[in-house]
């Protein structure tokens, strides 16, 4: 039976709400990295309209940085949605915690 099923795996532990909430924190760093270099592209590009004179050079220019605005702005949600899970996260673990405090509190009660 073992060829043909195969044998179960290990399982890992998941992780933790305070791993879980690092992770997410690590991705949102990264993504904060990527918005900071999307930014000095937009200052150059900002630089390179007022130096060029009105015509296809500038709108191509334009273009450019509009392209680079919308990934930013991609960023910016990701950015967001990041930060949202994280704040989620934290909440499941502050009331886990206030769940676990009240039951020490009732066994407390009622040793005495």
Not at 23 to 50: F, H, M, P, T
Not at 96 to 112: L, P
Request: glycine residues 6%.
């Amino acid at each position: 039976m073992k060829k043909v099923f195969g044998v179960k795996k290990d399982k890992t532990p998941p992780p933790s709400l305070n791993e879980a909430s690092d992770r997410i924190n690590k991705r949102g760093e990264s993504v904060e990295e990527k918005i900071k270099r999307l930014d000095g592209e937009l200052a150059k590009y900002k630089e390179q309209i007022k130096r060029t004179r009105p015509g296809p050079a500038q709108e191509a220019v334009k273009a450019r940085a509009m392209r680079i605005l919308k990934q930013k702005r991609m960023y910016e949600g990701q950015r967001d949605m990041l930060y949202n899970q994280t704040f989620n996260l934290d909440q499941v673990a502050f009331a886990s915690e206030g769940i676990k405090d009240a039951q020490q509190t009732v066994c407390f009660i009622i040793v005495k």
